[in-house]
Nanobody, 124 residues
Framework: QVQLVESGGGLVQAGGSLRLSCAAS????????MAWFRQAPGKEREFVTV????????IYADSVKGRFTISRDTAKNTVYLQMNSLKPEDTAVYHC?????????????????WGQGTQVTVSS
């Protein structure tokens, strides 16, 4: 069982930055593939980025490539999402997700554990 708790969301102006954190419980954090998804009002949940269990592989959605960076700190059982050059269209609730499979997948249904989300609002 893994519990995920996101933090770091807030209100920021376009062009600004935020860093989201996702703290995971459990001793097997290093075994989990970790991902970030986001969901805007009235829209489906959207893949943002994923990082492998080892931290050596990452995948980004085209919409955030070059602006967002995912990383993980095994000692702190935490995964981060550094978001730079934020745009109003980045406004959404951001969720982290975890799964024991070694697949770097964009499909939310394949992730077993989810956090409650943190709101990110980017003003123009």
């Amino acid at each position: 069982q893994v519990q995920l708790v996101e933090s770091g969301g807030g209100l920021v102006q376009a062009g600004g930055s935020l860093r989201l954190s996702c703290a995971a419980s459990g001793r097997t954090f290093s075994s989990y593939t970790m991902a970030w998804f986001r969901q805007a009002p009235g829209k489906e949940r959207e893949f943002v980025t994923v990082i492998s269990w080892s931290g050596s592989s990452t995948i980004y959605a085209d919409s955030v490539k070059g602006r967002f960076t995912i990383s993980r700190d095994t000692a702190k059982n935490t995964v981060y999402l550094q978001m730079n050059s934020l745009k109003p269209e980045d406004t959404a609730v951001y969720h982290c997700a975890a799964d024991l499979s070694r697949l770097l997948t964009r499909t939310p249904e394949l992730y077993e554990y989810w956090g409650q989300g943190t709101q990110v609002t980017v003003s123009s």
